[in-house]
């Protein structure tokens, strides 16, 4: 099975701005979580979508969204950005129970300037 | 919800020497993973094991979730072994992941 994909893997952007990052699960999975990770907070959790539904939310503004799509590929969005939002973004995808494995892809490595 | 705490924060070995790292939770837990984040950032899973011990080659983990902690062990470590080690885990009715800070491990030629 071809594991977590997400993309794009690197971006530079403005303050202000919006970004879009895309996570494509593992084949069958139906969940997908999306973390911030940053040196001074660590890895975060953001949300977490199951069958197109946010399940699960994190502590984050609302400039901070997401999406899943039917085929469990989910998106999310982060508008005016901050300095701050500069940040590793992790998405990882699993079957959705509690007790089930989660599988990371890559990272988006976001810098705002 | 539930506190993770690991240590060492940080470990510098020599290639060939073995290790102990650990994670204390803050209650009970039904989902507890280790990862491997390499120098590209790329969260590698280790082991899922929310109670007893399991093995995979150089690397074994055992948690005692009676007693709320799990140890990684690392033997014979290599410089590829470099990186930083997360606990993370899971409980109550959903699975939404408690991160521990990290153990950030330097392996040395």
Redesign the interface.
Known sequence: KAGVTQTPRYLIKTRGQQVTLSCSPISGHRSVSWYQQTPGQGLQFLFEYFSETQRNKGNFPGRFSGRQFSNSRSEMNVSTLELGDSALYLCASSNGGPRDTQYFGPGTRLTVL | GIQVEQSPPDLILQEGANSTLRCNFSDSV??L?W?HQNP??????LF?I?SGTKQNGRLSATTVATERYSLLYISSSQTTDSGVY?C?V?G????????G??TSLIVHP
């Open positions: 039904n989902n993973q990862f590209w950032g790329q969260l590698i899973n899922y929310p997360f993370a899971g109550g009715g959903s699975y939404i992941p408690t991160f800070r990290g």
